[in-house]
């Protein structure tokens, strides 16, 4: 398992899931890639709006780094599609899960990165600051918990020894 605060996510906004997931699989041999459909954004907050962005994520491997996949369905505005609305192309985020989320959150801020999205997801929060002027894309901040931990763990762990079998996988209950 990747250590606390260091890159453990890079993120990417796609088209077309499906197409993403297969390139992925096959060209880049990550995986397998797990889906979790309609995600559970809580208290949804973009640019100091409440928003109601409707996302599906794939979540699979590549070594010890994982690749997060997204799609989203709606046109609202959201950290996913304002940089382009037809859908973003390359690096969108990294994900760093720091030793303490709100330690890291002043320090983003002290350095002068907005917040500009954040939610819960069972209760755990996650938050993106802007650092595209300092490394070209968005930075994501997770909570240090279980709920975003155990998934880490599943993802890592399916990907170590993996048969190339089943590429796209249901998110565990």
């Not at 997931?21 to 640019?47: D, S």
């Not at 069972?122 to 600051?129: G, I, M």
Request: proline share 5%; aromatic share 10%; charged share 20%.
């Amino acid at each position: 398992m990747q250590p606390l605060n260091t890159i453990r996510q890079l993120g990417y906004v796609v088209s077309d899931l499906e197409s993403a997931i297969n390139y992925w699989v096959n060209a880049l041999g990550a995986g397998p890639f797990f889906m979790i459909e309609h995600c559970a954004l809580r208290e949804q907050i973009y640019r100091g709006q409440a928003a109601a962005v409707d996302v599906d994520i794939a979540l699979g491997n590549s070594g010890g780094v994982q690749i997060e996949l997204i799609f989203q369905h709606n046109d609202v505005p959201s950290i996913y599609n304002e940089t382009d609305p037809s859908g973003h192309v390359g690096l969108h985020h990294f994900g760093i899960m720091p030793v303490d989320f709100e330690q890291a959150q002043a320090k983003l801020l002290e350095e002068g990165c907005e917040e500009v999205f954040s939610c819960t997801v069972s209760r755990a929060e996650l938050a993106y600051f802007d650092t595209r002027k300092r490394v070209g894309h968005f930075t994501e901040l997770w909570e240090n918990s279980n709920v975003f931990n155990d998934v880490a763990q599943l993802v890592e762990a399916a990907a170590v020894n993996w048969d190339g079998l089943n590429p796209i996988r249901p998110m565990p209950n």
